[in-house]
């Protein structure tokens, strides 16, 4: 009897994959493959190619154990073509199989490539996620603003997740008025839990080296884990010792300490090592058991069932054209600044040097420093997505869509932010230690040492004044840019001006 093949793609890394249960494990042929395809659609970082590389190669093996016969392609293997389609299609004419079966994939590019295959494909919902399609587009329909809050509420519920009855622990939904505390002198944060490559990782390690060793972004010190062990082991440590502070500090920026105590499970849990459901729970327990505060369990129980699944939601129901918006008429190129960290701008090269050294940021780097300067400066948001599905080891196109076109650049114009997230400098400083050591003076409003966040800030609201100015949540902004003296503002939009000239030209800034 001749079996079907049953696709596994290098984020779908779970033992409970729909494909897998539509599966027969004893006539069927798994397929995975390491193509160029997918390292090359946009050019990954080096550490994210690495990571998900090893983690296919484990869930291989794990699989083989189960009984699953597998078929996998390793990157330099000879007659690779390089494309999943054409994967499934060698496959095929080895095995004789002529169906193959799948869980969705994450990205539009990637189902379209499936559909429009020599090989029919029968797709199964991903249900690793908490939300349906339909339950999404249901809670979407003739709501004239999507906004996470009200959907995270409807997570709340149908979980149970910190619920008394049908109340949220505690009398509130959301404790995000508590997460804002700006560092303090002397905070111990312990960082993720770090994994020594094994002899799988190292030969992946090796061949990403020689494969993509010149791309943005260093190898050196990969300390990922690479199988679901090992994540869970990662996730216990986040609970156990930055967990009972992650509320606290979650918004915090400090020199030299990229972690803090954030947990650096996204990873593993957006690849399939871990499951929203395992990791909520444990928070969950921590919070019941006393040794975290409900601000700080709320807080990061709200960026899975709430944020997660919302940015997930939004970006299928938008469809494949959403990362082609752009709301703002948005055009200035991406400074070479985003790829080299050369800037005098002390809080984006802070970031920028950490991206490229960990394929990682936390949300309010991302949010506030590299994404707020995109914003404030105009520069393209097709080629702002472009940059952080490069650089973060966490990006699939499904999540960093909505987070990046939406929430960070305003581009979809408003459909996740009902107001652009732009500030000056005093929001920069007042959440980290950059201001302290850059070349520019954030107390400083106008003139060639003034801050380019102080100026570009009102830059952006007095050239966007007429879409802007009737939102509420930015009245009291207009209603001060209008109370400043006259010859002031000139001076303000002329010193952002000439930001923009030397960003136009090629000058460092």
């Avoid at 794990?62 to 597998?70: D, I, M, Y």
């Avoid at 305003?410 to 959440?431: E, H, L």
């Amino acid at each position: 009897m001749v079996g079907r093949l049953v696709l596994v793609l290098g984020d779908q890394l779970s033992d409970d994959l729909s494909a897998l249960r539509e599966g027969d494990r004893a006539t069927d042929t798994v397929v995975m493959a390491e193509v160029q395809a997918e390292t090359d659609y946009v050019l990954h970082h080096p550490k994210k190619i690495a990571f998900l590389f090893a983690a296919m190669r484990k869930h291989a093996a794990r699989l083989r154990e189960a009984g699953w016969t597998v078929r996998y392609t390793k990157l330099e293997d000879p007659g690779n073509t390089h494309s999943i389609p054409g994967e499934l299609l060698r496959a095929a004419e080895a095995t004789g199989c002529t169906e193959a079966l799948a869980t969705e994939p994450g990205e539009f590019r990637l189902i379209s490539a499936l559909e429009d295959g020599p090989l029919p494909v029968h797709f199964f919902p991903d249900d690793r996620f908490l939300c349906s399609h339909a339950e999404f587009e249901d809670w979407a329909r003739g709501r004239k603003e999507l906004r996470m809050e009200w959907f995270y509420r409807e997570m709340r519920r149908k979980t149970g997740l910190m619920m008394e009855g049908d109340k949220p622990a505690g009398g509130k939904w959301n404790y995000d008025h508590d997460n804002r505390k700006p560092p303090k002198h002397g905070l111990d944060a312990p960082g993720p839990m770090r994994f020594a490559p094994d002899e799988t990782t190292q030969e992946v390690l090796d061949l990403v080296r020689a494969r993509f060793g010149n791309r943005y972004g260093s190898l050196d010190g990969f300390w990922f884990a690479t199988e679901p062990a090992q994540a869970r082991r990662a996730l216990a440590h986040f609970v156990e010792r930055s967990l009972p502070l992650y509320g606290d500090y979650q918004d915090a920026m400090v020199r030299g300490a990229p972690f803090l105590f954030h947990a650096l499970l996204s990873p593993y849990i957006n690849a399939g090592l871990l499951g929203w459901r395992e990791v909520c729970e444990a928070a969950e327990a921590a919070w019941r058991a006393g040794d975290v505060p409900i601000n700080a369990a709320e807080g990061f129980i709200r960026q899975i069932i709430g944020w997660r699944e919302y940015v997930r939601g939004v970006y299928f129901l938008q469809g494949p054209d959403y990362t082609s918006r752009n709301a703002l008429g948005h055009h200035r190129p991406l400074p070479e600044f985003y790829w080299t960290a050369e800037t005098d701008m002390a809080c984006i090269a802070e970031v920028v040097s950490t991206t490229m050294a960990e394929a990682y940021a936390h949300h309010i780097q991302r949010l506030m420093i590299t994404g707020n300067f995109a914003l404030l400066a105009g520069f393209d948001p097709a080629q702002v997505h472009d940059w952080y599905l490069r650089v973060y080891a966490d990006a699939y196109e499904w999540v960093e869509a909505p987070n990046v076109i939406g929430m960070s650049q305003f581009a979809d114009g408003g459909v996740v932010g009902s107001k652009p997230y732009v500030s000056g400098g005093n929001y920069i400083n007042r959440m980290s230690d950059y201001c302290k050591a850059c070349a520019y003076s954030v107390s400083q409003k106008t003139g060639d040492g003034a801050c380019p966040f102080n100026l570009l800030y009102w830059h952006f609201l007095d050239r966007h004044r007429d879409r802007f100015e009737g939102n509420p949540r930015m009245a009291q902004m207009y209603r001060s840019w209008d109370r400043m003296d006259g010859d002031h503002r000139v001076e303000v939009i002329a010193g952002g001006d000439r930001i923009l000239a030397r960003l136009d030209a090629g000058e460092r800034v």
